[in-house]
Nanobody, 126 residues
Framework: QVQLVESGGGLVQAGDSLRLSCVASGRSFSSYAMGWFRQAPGKEREFVASILWRTGSTTYADSVKGRFTLSRDNAKNTVDLQMNSLKPEDTAVYYC???????????????????WGQGTQVTVSS
């Protein structure tokens, strides 16, 4: 069983930065990739970014490219999402996810991931 715990959310102004962290734990934790998704009120959950544990290869949604950076620390089983130049439309609950399945180099579908955190709220005021 995998446990994912997110942290780092909060209330910021447009143009500010936030750093979200996700720590993975559990007996015999094993994963090919980690991802971040977000869900705004009244909207479906959407992909934000993902990273492969072995290579560090990343994939980003078009809406966050150039502003968000995802990194991982294999020794600590931690992934960090650095979010810069935040916009009001980035407001959402952000979820960390883990995948034990192999889907190549691109993980961007919610169905690619099998474990989810509880989420952390990010609110960006204009």
């Amino acid at each position: 069983q995998v446990q994912l715990v997110e942290s780092g959310g909060g209330l910021v102004q447009a143009g500010d930065s936030l750093r979200l962290s996700c720590v993975a734990s559990g007996r015999s934790f094993s994963s090919y990739a980690m991802g971040w998704f977000r869900q705004a009120p009244g909207k479906e959950r959407e992909f934000v970014a993902s990273i492969l544990w072995r290579t560090g290869s990343t994939t980003y949604a078009d809406s966050v490219k150039g502003r968000f950076t995802l990194s991982r620390d294999n020794a600590k089983n931690t992934v960090d999402l650095q979010m810069n130049s935040l916009k009001p439309e980035d407001t959402a609950v952000y979820y960390c996810a883990s995948s034990r399945g192999y889907y190549g180099v691109t993980y961007s579908r919610a169905s690619d991931f099998d474990s989810w955190g509880q989420g952390t709220q990010v609110t960006v005021s204009s």
